[in-house]
């Protein structure tokens, strides 16, 4: 039976700022590809600004999540702290030394170094996700 990607089972929830910089652009695929290896499930940032309920629950309720900006305006944060929803584990790109540019050639040194950033802003803590489970969208509707 597979797992449904809000159920608070172990699971990390990644909130990707994915925005118009190289900073943000790095932050999702940092998410994409830690969804990929079965590590957490990134989540949809945008449903929680929308203040869409299902989103908002979900990320309410979730025992592990983890909010990543790509650089200090902070918007993945803001938009948790505007739906009220407590930020538990919070990491900004450029706090690890990559300068924000509107270059879109990602590097996959830079990608790996956020990806173990990511694992060990999360206490290093594998979550309980099957590998092929990573794709439901039974949730959140």
């Known amino acids: 039976m597979p797992?449904?990607?809000c159920a608070p089972e172990g699971n990390v929830m990644i909130l990707a700022c994915s925005g118009g910089?190289?900073?943000g652009q790095l932050s999702n695929q940092a998410a994409v590809e830690l969804t990929q290896e079965g590590f957490g499930k990134m989540f949809c940032l945008a449903g929680i600004g929308g203040?869409?309920?299902?989103f908002v629950q979900?990320?309410?309720?979730?025992?592990?999540?983890?909010?990543i900006d790509g650089c200090s305006l902070g918007c993945a944060k803001a938009i948790l702290e505007h739906a009220e929803i407590p930020i538990k584990s919070y990491l900004v790109l450029?706090?690890?030394?990559?300068?924000?540019?509107k270059d879109f050639k990602l590097r996959k040194e830079e990608v790996q170094k956020i990806k173990e950033?990511?694992?060990?802003?999360?206490?290093?803590?594998?979550?309980?996700?099957?590998?092929?489970?990573?794709?439901?969208?039974?949730?959140?509707n």
Do not use: R, Y
């Open 94 to 101: 450029t706090d690890l030394g990559i300068e924000k540019n």
């Open 58 to 67: 979900s990320a309410t309720d979730i025992p592990q999540m983890v909010a």
């Open 3 to 5: 797992q449904d990607c």
């Open 51 to 54: 203040h869409l309920n299902g």
């Open 117 to 140: 950033s990511i694992k060990e802003a999360c206490g290093g803590e594998q979550p309980v996700l099957p590998m092929g489970e990573t794709g439901s969208s039974t949730c959140c």
């Open 21 to 23: 910089s190289n900073v």
